[in-house]
T-cell receptor, first 113, second 113 residues
Framework: LAKTTQPISMDSYEGQEVNITCSHN???????ITWYQQFPSQGPRFIIQ???TKVTNEVASLFIPADRKSSTLSLPRVSLSDTAVYYC??????????????FGTGTRLTVIP | DGGITQSPKYLFRKEGQNVTLSCEQN?????MYWYRQDPGQGLRLIYY???????QKGDIAEGYSVSREKKESFPLTVTSAQKNPTAFYLC????????????FGAGTRLSVL
């Protein structure tokens, strides 16, 4: 089970771009990289998923280098409502048997006015 | 309106009592999950079900039980054997072939009286 390492917390001012990096040195060939966002007293919400290079959607971008041992979630022009905990997970979508996702403590992002 | 619904939002347990947390989804997902989250911590997997009438223990199954009699429903019982049940409980579901993208309910906060 591939574990991940993320910064415990980050602060950013409103309107800035925020980059949160995740290390996953023992990522397996079949593993995807998935990011979730969690607000206080709510369930996590899926943000973005990728396998390699770059993925972009209406919420964020995900950058994955060629060796796939790390990934960076990029949030453009953050607002106060982006204050949340962000989790990076790696695992194979098609893996049979028990769930293979590991939610660590995540990165607590605080957006400052 | 598709989604995953947990009830109740808040629950109180007396000493020696069993309590059941409800989780219902109308997303037509085969896989369902129960997680426990303690303050400032990540999510830990309690139980997982990939299909009706089948479920598997997660990392912290002791003191908990589940059933999966219907595709839409995956209730969790916190038994009296769980000595430290105070936590935030999250239910999730996913397609069996896309376990990395899970949809979460709003959670149930359980406290001990």
């Amino acid at each position: 089970l591939a574990k991940t390492t993320q910064p415990i917390s980050m602060d950013s001012y409103e309107g800035q771009e925020v980059n949160i990096t995740c290390s996953h040195n023992n990522i397996a060939t079949n593993d995807y990289i998935t990011w979730y966002q969690q607000f206080p007293s709510q369930g996590p919400r899926f943000i973005i998923q990728g396998y390699k290079t770059k993925v972009t959607n209406e919420v964020a971008s995900l950058f994955i280098p060629a060796d796939r041992k790390s990934s960076t979630l990029s949030l453009p022009r953050v607002s106060l409502s982006d204050t949340a905990v962000y989790y990076c997970l790696v695992g194979a979508s098609y893996q049979t048997g028990a769930n293979n996702l590991f939610f660590g403590t995540g990165t607590r992002l605080t957006v400052i006015p | 309106d598709g989604g995953i619904t947990q009830s109740p939002k808040y629950l109180f347990r007396k000493e020696g009592q069993n309590v059941t947390l409800s989780c219902e989804q109308n997303l037509n997902h085969d896989a369902m999950y129960w997680y426990r989250q303690d303050p400032g911590q990540g999510l830990r997997l309690i139980y997982y079900s990939q299909i009706v009438n089948d479920f598997q223990k997660g990392d912290i199954a002791e003191g908990y039980s589940v059933s999966r009699e219907k595709k839409e429903s995956f209730p969790l019982t916190v038994t009296s054997a769980q000595k430290n049940p105070t936590a935030f409980y999250l239910c999730a579901s996913s397609l069996a072939q896309a376990k990395n993208i899970q949809y979460f309910g709003a959670g149930t906060r359980l406290s001990v009286l």
